[in-house]
């Protein structure tokens, strides 16, 4: 087996890895302005994608731009997760170069797409490939690909430990070798329990001094995961952006999360922003949290929400994700001021970051390798690969880190 990486090696972001040049792994795309895609467009024979993560399916309709039509695998949520995000990037960025694919490349895409569950082979350009749940947000995959002679587990995005969306990835299966995600190498997670309640302590007591709480989250997994924790304390919610259809969709795939009553009270009890005749303006002034994207403050809503609580240092923002380099949410938190429709803004409100991570931080990826250490294990998706594979080599590991471009037989 020779696997090539095309992306998402020595860096977060537009994850591809290709298979004896007939498997690809994901096609996903970088955050960031411009946003990048894998170094090239491969012609693969099928393709399979591990979760709805714009990092890892966000550049899948650029495969069928062209005469070819290679099945598309996933899980049912999966599917519908990468259309939406595809329908909201021709939206933001259509017809643009920060766009690489069109609606036609959209639509093709509906007509390739085969779904899978967990735990249930399928054939996909002559491997044998099985979905494992990884525990990151509903639909999320390990994937296994066994060619008759070698087993490559790609463990795609994962979680160990619970959270109130899905829980925490129990699944090890036999494999010769495993391509292992590191974005929390070197982190340690407080315990979900203490980080919720920090936030909800955080909250509660800016709507009790008469200010406004903004929460930039993640449409897909994060949203879903703040409107549980809002609901559980009663804090009263606003959820706004691509969130808003995600949460809806999820409501039909209950098996892919982990308490499908939860989800449904949580999302009857956040009021659902239409944005029409200057609502979000008036939401700013209310006391309640509002939930919305983007994530990182590269776009959406966020982007009129944060500039109108900016001023007052009542107000907080509360980043509740991971923050790519060169992203508006990376730059608030370290400089106290962000770009927002082109001026640079200092923001006067309280800015505050919480850890509600849905990956493993480096105690869940030493826990989940452990039972791999007669395997060989390829690092990725991470911002220190090469010393994550170093330290897990003075482990008695067999590791290694390869760069983008790279080729790695096995």
Known sequence: MDVRFLGGAREVGRSAILVDDSLLLDFGLLTGTPMQTPIETPDPDAVVVSHGHLDHAGAVPALLSGTARPPVHWTPPTRELALTLARDTLKLHGGTLQCPFTETDVQRLTQVSETHGYREPFEAAGYEVTFFNAGHIPGSAHVLVDDGDTRLLYTGDFHVDAQRLVSGTTARPDAD??????????????????????????????????????????????TQEMLLVCDAHDVPCYVDGMGKDVTRMLGNYPG???????????????????????????????????????????????????????????????????QVEDTPGRDLLETGSAEFDGRRMPVSARVEQYDFSAHADEAGLREFLDAYRESEVLVNHGDDCERFAEDLRADGYDASAPAVGDVVSI
């Open 177 to 222: 070798v495993v391509l292992c995600e590191s974005t929390y190498y070197g982190v340690s997670h407080d315990a979900r329990s203490e980080v919720e309640r920090r936030f909800v302590e955080s909250v509660e007591e800016t709507l009790w001094e008469g200010g406004t709480v903004v929460v930039p989250a993640f449409a897909i997994g994060r």
């Open 256 to 322: 892919f999360v982990r308490d499908a009553d939860a989800l449904q009270r949580a999302t009857s009890h956040a009021r659902f922003v239409t944005g029409r005749d200057g609502q979000r303006k008036r939401i700013c002034q209310q006391k309640a949290a509002i939930v919305t994207t983007s994530g990182m403050l590269s776009g959406g809503p966020a982007m009129t929400y944060v500039p109108e609580v900016a001023g007052n240092p009542t107000n907080l923002v509360a980043m509740t994700g991971y």
